[in-house]
């Protein structure tokens, strides 16, 4: 059948990085563009998930006349599609020979990863596409240049500035000296994957930071207003450090923490290089940060990214298969020391907003400790429903599981990634806005407070609030 030809080339001329999916297809003499648009975006959603289930099942072994796109396309139709449209053609009976094997072997998949649905097999994938899928993010940095002034120096050396990308097909479709300025982060540039900038002057002088987009999302989604108080419990080396100080512009305080000296002393070098002045930094063990202790009195801010098995990491090339897959033995301690510090982290008493980040696609590591958390403060926190556009959520795993935000190459062209936003349940218009913020409360405040979250909590389950975007969303 046409359709499947076609989509098959244009699959492999995606694959082989020779075009964008939109071009390609509007290229091709198919007369049903939108069908063929979806079948090759989905079956490409897919890739790695149908090449396993594919070698798995041994059907190129079995069908040597059968070319690999062609048998991607067909997989895709039969477990993962509609079914076969148009019948299938002379396709269908080959495919049904192999049907009982190919469906054996996913579901072997998604036992082994651990997985009920298939869309969860793209979140908890074994180590996600590599870097080279992934384009080159560039932070500015605004404690020292505009992204105006950054895309004209940019432009100055030759690069060809594109504008503000409307889609990621955009950004997959980045080539040569093109660049973007990111659809969602206005402080993102966005250049093809294989572009260095190492030894650019701008990163060189701090006015660049390299970083990830998906690692900027946990400033972005805190949003502390300048002059608020920030604890940063796991900063080093201090990415997300940097940014949250460009968003305090400086005003304000950061006590950021780490336990690893050596990690610290280059996230000092890093600090001094991008400007950074309202960060107080200290080589502690942040579970041994005392809540109590008058100096964070006015802390309502925490950024939690706290060491984790770093399985979102794009595999580097010729990775062994499964080598950033943790064991379970590291999962556990990974996750028992995360439930610990988010615990911690939420005990601050003046603490308002939180976010907790991950680089890791581990369920244990990432919905199960924010999970854990919730049920050990019932109504007291709650997760704030953030970017709402955001294509890829949380494994749903709990009720409202799916405010949670996750990130990998596939879905969002970033490295794996996840972050969660929990907020306080308690302030409401009524309470006076000093009132609110003061951690000294007199009595009659406190049982004020204690009453209306006696009346908030529903025991046992998280409060998940309406539909509206966080401060810093989309
Ligand atoms: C994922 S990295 C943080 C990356 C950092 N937020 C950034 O964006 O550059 C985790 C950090 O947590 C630190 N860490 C691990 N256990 C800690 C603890 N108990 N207290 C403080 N820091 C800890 C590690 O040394 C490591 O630097």
């Not at 970017?387 to 949380?394: E, Q, V, Y």
């Amino acid at each position: 059948m046409a359709l499947y030809a076609t989509a098959a080339t244009v699959l492999a001329a995606v694959e082989g990085r020779r075009g964008s999916i939109k071009g390609l297809v509007y290229a091709s003499s198919f007369q049903n563009v939108k069908q063929l648009y979806a079948l090759v975006c989905e079956t490409q959603r897919y890739s790695a998930v149908l090449d396993a289930v594919i070698a798995g099942a041994g059907l190129l072994r079995a069908e040597k006349k059968l070319r690999p796109h062609l048998a991607k396309v067909l997989v895709y139709e039969l477990l993962l599609g509609k079914g076969f449209r148009g019948g299938g053609g002379r396709w269908r009976p080959l495919l049904e020979r192999h049907q009982a094997r190919l469906k054996a072997e996913l579901a072997r998949l998604k036992v082994q990863r651990r997985v009920s649905r298939n869309e969860d097999l793209l979140q908890v994938g074994s180590r996600p596409g590599t870097a080279s899928q992934v384009p080159r993010f560039v932070r500015v940095n605004t404690l020292k240049t505009s992204p105006e002034d950054a895309v004209d120096y940019f432009k100055r050396q030759g690069f060809s500035y594109q504008g503000r990308a409307s889609s990621l097909e955009d950004l997959r479709a980045l080539k040569g000296k093109c660049f973007l300025l990111d659809p969602l982060l206005p402080e993102l540039l966005v250049f093809p994957a294989q572009t260095d900038l190492h030894d650019h002057p701008l990163y060189r002088a701090g006015h660049l930071i390299l970083q990830d987009k998906a690692s900027c999302l946990p400033a972005m989604l805190l949003a502390p207003p300048p002059g608020s108080h920030v604890l940063d419990a796991c900063a080093a080396p201090g990415n997300k450090t940097s940014h949250l100080a460009a968003l305090l512009r400086n005003q304000g305080k950061i006590f950021a923490f780490d336990r690893d000296a050596a990690r610290l002393a280059s996230m000092a070098t890093l600090l001094a290089r991008a400007g950074v002045s309202c960060c107080e930094l200290a080589e502690e063990d942040f579970l041994a940060v005392s809540p109590s202790d008058r100096r964070y009195r006015h802390v309502q801010y925490i950024l939690l990214d706290p060491s984790c098995s770093g399985s979102g990491m794009p595999a580097r090339p010729l990775e062994e298969p499964g080598a950033g897959t943790p064991s379970k033995a590291r999962l556990q301690a990974l996750a028992g020391f995360q439930q610990r510090a988010l615990r911690h982290a939420l005990s601050f008493p003046s603490l308002q907003r939180l976010v907790y980040s991950t680089c890791s696609l581990c369920q244990e590591e990432n919905e199960d400790v924010v999970w854990d958390a919730l049920q050990q403060n019932p109504g007291a926190f709650r997760l704030a429903p953030v970017l709402p556009s955001w294509p890829h959520r949380g494994l749903s795993t709990f009720p409202g599981a799916e405010h949670c935000l996750r990130a990998s190459p596939e879905t969002t062209l970033t490295g794996g990634f996840f972050v969660a936003v929990l907020e306080r349940v308690e302030v409401s218009s009524s309470v006076p806005e000093a009132e609110a913020a003061a951690p000294e409360l007199t009595a009659g405040a406190a049982r004020r407070r204690k009453k209306r979250r006696r009346r908030a909590s529903a025991p046992g389950t998280p409060q998940v609030r309406g539909a509206e975007p966080a401060p810093g969303g989309s």
